[in-house]
């Protein structure tokens, strides 16, 4: 069974600032999906940027970037110039990609407090 | 275009109490999902719909909990009777394939139950 792990539970960080935030996972499949997730306050998850773990390069969606180790089974999350709005918990999530029903499998979150 | 929605957003009941959640996807959307999000944990797919049909309820508690998704668009999800550890969020999500690949779930505000 795959498992998503996150170990850091709170992060801070000032505006404008960098931050990045840490997941790894284990599986023994060699195709699948990762996916970060961000839960605002009022609690509609969204997606913020996915990876196929065929692809080596790493995904990148403006503020918002991941550094993809395969080897390591790593997936963290960059944001650049953080913004009072990322302020969330951050979902990290796996997918395989075999044939047949593919369930999203989460991590415990992380909680991102951007301050002024 | 309208997103996923869901009712009730609260609910408090006491144990042994029945209770309903429903949630109509973004419209088009074949896929549903239902999960269950226990305070501190990331999501847990409960049940996942293709259109009418269930894909996946392996872990679904189904002598308590019982989902269905008639004509292929609305659904419910019934716990009969509920217990202290059914406290937690329940969202619903929708995506608009069938589950394959790196597609968006997107996900409803979702339902708080207290269960006492």
């Known amino acids: 069974a795959q498992t998503v792990t996150q170990s850091q539970p709170e992060m801070s960080v000032q505006e404008a600032e960098t931050v990045t935030l840490s997941c790894t996972y284990d599986?023994?499949?060699?195709?699948?999906?990762l996916f970060w997730y961000k839960q605002p306050p009022s609690r509609q998850m969204i997606l913020v940027i996915r990876?196929?773990?065929?692809?080596?390069q790493n995904a990148t969606e403006n503020r918002f970037s991941v550094n993809f180790q395969k080897a390591a089974k790593s997936f963290s999350l960059k944001i650049s110039d953080s913004q009072l709005g990322d302020t969330a918990m951050y979902f990290c999530a796996f997918k395989t990609r075999n044939t047949g029903f593919q369930k999203l499998v989460f991590g415990t979150g992380t909680r991102l407090l951007v301050s002024p | 275009e309208a997103g996923v929605a869901q009712s009730p957003r609260y609910k408090i009941i006491e144990k042994r109490q029945s209770v309903a959640f429903w949630c109509n996807p973004i419209s088009g959307h074949a896929t549903l999902y239902w999960y269950q999000q226990i305070l501190g944990q990331g999501p847990k797919l409960l049940i996942q719909?293709?259109?009418?049909?269930?894909?996946?309820d392996s872990q679904l508690p189904k002598d308590r909990f019982s989902a269905e998704r008639l004509k292929g668009v609305d659904s419910t999800l019934k716990i009969q009777p509920a217990k202290l550890e059914d406290s937690a969020v329940y969202l619903c999500a929708s995506s608009d394939t069938s589950g394959e690949g790196t597609d968006t779930q997107y996900f409803g505000p979702g339902t708080r139950l207290t269960v006492l």
């Open positions: 719909f293709q259109n009418n049909g269930v894909v996946d």
């Open positions: 990876q196929e773990a065929y692809k080596q």
């Open positions: 599986t023994s499949e060699s195709n699948y999906y």
